[in-house]
């Protein structure tokens, strides 16, 4: 895990940047492992249960495996009214998973949210950060096709 020596040396090492910290690895293993965190742990000189509370307290960390893809279904009001539960069941039918799961290739999570701020383009679903509006259950195969 050199990543991770080299992640706390750009910042330092500070464990003021714990977050920051957190995010890097985060980014560089699409999770956080436990090695990962001990790694830090000794590399700030802090207890492993702060390491550990910082990122269980962060919904957007995760200590589990995640996919290469992740793929997010917004439940609010909105896109509710318009259909997005038949959105997220497509694409529980496609991935035989739940939200929150990750496909035992672990080449998709599925996550589903309160809410992305897009209203008025509801139902959503993002993959990887990009945005599609006025899903249709036909839509999200089509839209899952070009991850590789």
Same mark, same amino acid.
Do not use: W
């Given at each position: 895990m050199s990543e991770v020596g080299a992640i706390l040396d750009?910042? #330092?090492? &500070?464990?003021? *940047?714990? %977050?920051? /910290?957190? #995010? &890097? %690895? *985060?980014?560089?293993?699409s999770w956080l492992p436990k090695e990962a965190l001990t790694q830090v742990s000794?590399?700030?000189r802090i207890p492993l249960s702060r390491v550990f509370s910082v990122a269980t307290f962060f919904k957007a960390f995760s200590l589990v495996p995640k996919g290469r893809h992740t793929v997010t279904i917004c439940m609010g009001t909105a896109c509710h $009214?318009?259909?997005?539960?038949? /959105?997220? &069941?497509?694409?529980? *039918?496609?991935?035989?998973?739940? @939200?929150g799961g990750t496909t035992s290739d672990l080449k998709f999570s599925l996550e589903s949210v309160n809410c992305l701020g897009c209203?008025?383009?509801? @139902? /959503?679903? !993002? $993959?990887?950060?990009?945005?599609?509006?006025? $899903?249709?259950?036909?839509? !999200?195969?089509?839209i899952l096709e070009s991850c590789d």
């Open positions: 750009k910042y #330092q090492r &500070d464990s003021s *940047q714990l %977050v920051s /910290i957190l #995010q &890097d %690895v *985060q980014e560089e293993y000794k590399g700030l $009214v318009r259909g997005s539960l038949h /959105i997220l &069941d497509r694409a529980r *039918q496609l991935f035989n998973i739940e @939200p209203c008025a383009l509801g @139902p /959503i679903m !993002v $993959v990887d950060g990009e945005y599609h509006g006025r $899903v249709t259950t036909s839509d !999200v195969g089509k």
